[in-house]
């Protein structure tokens, strides 16, 4: 097979776009869709400040390394989830990535944070699954790191796998409130929010993995261990067998739902957050869904922790 670019032997093959590149021609192919997506959606301008989210695996290194070749300030930002091994040998990839480029890296330890609490003892004392803790704890963390650095954007590493395996999801349930929020991009709805994009929403996980390889990337291969009992993981292998018999179907289904479907979920759906009262950042009640579960787990602590009465 040759290259559609240049004609040299192809060394990739991309069903779903019916094409195949030569090592160079798929970083420049690569490179292209990330920055026709940014400026398709309007993410990013030169000059803002980027904090981009990385955890150490293919997407989010692939992200940051693409974004510093397309010219873009960006900091890396690494949270350790207290996920014992894991953690830490991810944090040690995400270091290195930074080091070796020479490129500003903050690292949130969970555990040495406020309520002193990581993804394991949430999820246990809250009864909550692992990933549905954890997921509550990145987005505060992220919006928290993004409010007081100062930066303009976050960004993340979904990629198209991410976005079609969550839509999915949120279709099988019709949580409208989440299909009115599922975009590439969500401009700020407070002052203490700072827009989030998903520059890579496009592209698929197959085409990262290519291009972490291709750059030389060392990447955490391993997946949390928590993954495997995700539904997220159930929904990516049902798109994988459509995929195999129908290539583009992922890209069809994300990119039609966000111009046919969204803008009607989102019309309908427009809740403004107030401020948490106990953290002080966004929160669509009282307290912000963190605050709540952390809440939760104190609660649950301490009736643990009292005598029983006589
Ligand atoms: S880190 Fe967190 Fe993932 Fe681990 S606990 Fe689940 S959500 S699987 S991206
Ligand atoms: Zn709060």
């Known amino acids: 097979m040759k290259c559609k670019r240049c004609g040299e032997r192809a060394e990739v093959q991309l069903r779903a776009h019916n094409t195949a590149f030569c090592r160079t021609c798929y970083l420049f192919y ?6 026709r997506a940014i400026a398709a959606q ?3 301008v030169l000059g803002e400040r980027i904090l981009v989210a990385v955890s150490g695996g293919k997407d989010s290194l692939a992200l940051w390394d693409v974004l510093v070749d397309l010219g873009y300030d960006t900091t890396g930002l690494y949270l350790g989830l207290g ?3 894991y953690s830490d040998a991810s944090q040690e990839k995400v270091e290195r990535f930074a080091a070796g480029r020479a490129l500003p890296l903050r690292v949130v330890k969970l555990e040495a944070e406020g309520p002193g609490l990581g993804v394991p003892a949430v999820a246990a004392a809250s009864r909550r699954a692992p990933c549905a803790a954890c997921g509550t704890m990145k987005r505060h963390y992220f919006d928290a790191a993004a409010f007081t650095g100062g930066f303009d954007v976050l960004a993340t590493g979904h990629n198209l796998d991410d976005e079609a395996a969550r839509l999915l999801g949120n279709v099988l349930r019709w949580q409208k409130d989440h ?3 599922q975009r590439p991009v969500l401009p700020p709805t407070h002052p203490k929010f700072v827009r989030k994009v998903k520059p890579l929403y496009l592209t698929s996980e197959y085409e990262t993995a290519v291009y972490a390889f291709m750059r030389g990337i060392d990447y955490i291969v391993d997946e949390c261990p928590n993954a495997a009992g995700a539904t997220q993981l159930l929904y990516k292998a049902a798109l994988d067998r459509l995929e195999v018999e129908s290539p583009g179907t992922k890209l069809a289904f994300v990119k039609e739902f966000l111009r046919t479907a969204q803008p ?3 019309a309908v759906e ?3 957050p107030q401020e948490c009262a106990g953290c002080g950042m966004p929160a669509y009640g009282a307290l912000c869904s963190f605050c709540s ?3 939760e787990v104190e609660t649950r602590r301490a009736r643990t922790a009292s005598p029983l009465p006589a």
Do not use: N
């Not at 690569?30 to 920055?35: A, G, L, S």
């Open 30 to 35: 690569f490179r292209r869709q990330v920055e």
């Open 270 to 272: 427009q809740r403004e």
């Open 264 to 266: 009607a979920f989102a």
């Open 42 to 44: 309007h993410m990013l």
């Open 293 to 295: 579960l952390v809440r």
């Open 83 to 85: 996920i014992g091994q």
């Open 179 to 181: 299909l009115a929020r």
